[in-house]
T-cell receptor, first 111, second 115 residues
């Protein structure tokens, strides 16, 4: 079945460091890809999305590009802030089916 | 975007009892989903609830343990029955955005602790 694999965490960075969180997927067909974020004490929010190959999703300084050739959707940010500390989930979904999540990774950003 | 309200936001229950979680959406939606997030884990789909039909359960989840109601297009309930400490989790309601991008909106979750 469909699956999402995220790099192992947790990740701890200093403020203004570059961030990459790896995500690869296994799926038949052409899924949409998502990054969701869960800030401490809050619900799950959509961070960004991409619906087809070579699409780049972006939001709040974060970016991810849908790479079909490598089945990847890595999340990047050029300069992280303390407020980016959260749990990040990569996910995929094919039309009208369930949203399949990766395990999530905890990011902590030090001042 | 849809606004999703869940009640209760948290609860502590005794072993053997049941808890019913409510999910209210501010707009009519066809598909509603119930997820479970066990401590330190990812989200796992419990079931999909469509109005007017029986909920569809994922492998490993059964109706007797997780009965779901979907009386109309804006409301659903999930009951977790015969509670055990292993049921301690966050339970989240989500709905389809209705667009063609496939994104889901999530409620803030209901944190259940079973003693």
């Amino acid at each position: 079945g469909d699956s999402v694999t995220q790099m192992e965490g947790p990740v701890t960075l200093s403020e203004e460091a570059f961030l990459t969180i790896n995500c690869t997927y296994t799926a038949t067909g052409y899924p949409s890809l998502f990054w969701y974020v869960q800030y401490p004490g809050e619900g799950l929010q959509l961070l960004l999305k991409a619906t087809k190959a070579d699409d780049k999703g972006s939001n709040k300084g974060f970016e991810a590009t849908y790479r079909k050739e490598t089945t990847s959707f890595h999340l990047e940010k050029g300069s992280v802030q303390v407020s980016d500390s959260a749990v990040y989930f990569c996910a995929l979904r094919k039309s009208n089916s369930k949203l399949t999540f990766g395990k999530g990774i905890t990011l902590s950003v030090r001042p | 975007s849809a606004v999703i309200s869940q009640k209760p936001s948290r609860d502590i229950c005794q072993r053997g009892t049941s808890l019913t979680i409510q999910c209210q959406v501010d707009s009519q939606v066809t598909m509603m989903f119930w997820y479970r997030q066990q401590p330190g884990q990812s989200l796992t789909l419990i079931a999909t609830a469509n109005q007017g039909s029986e909920a569809t359960y994922e492998s490993g989840f059964v109706i007797d343990k997780f009965p779901i109601s979907r009386p109309n297009l804006t409301f659903s309930t999930l009951t977790v029955s015969n509670l055990s400490p292993e049921d301690s989790s966050i339970y989240l309601c989500s709905v389809d955005s209705g667009g063609n991008t496939g994104e889901l909106f999530f409620g803030e979750g209901s944190r259940l602790t079973v003693l």
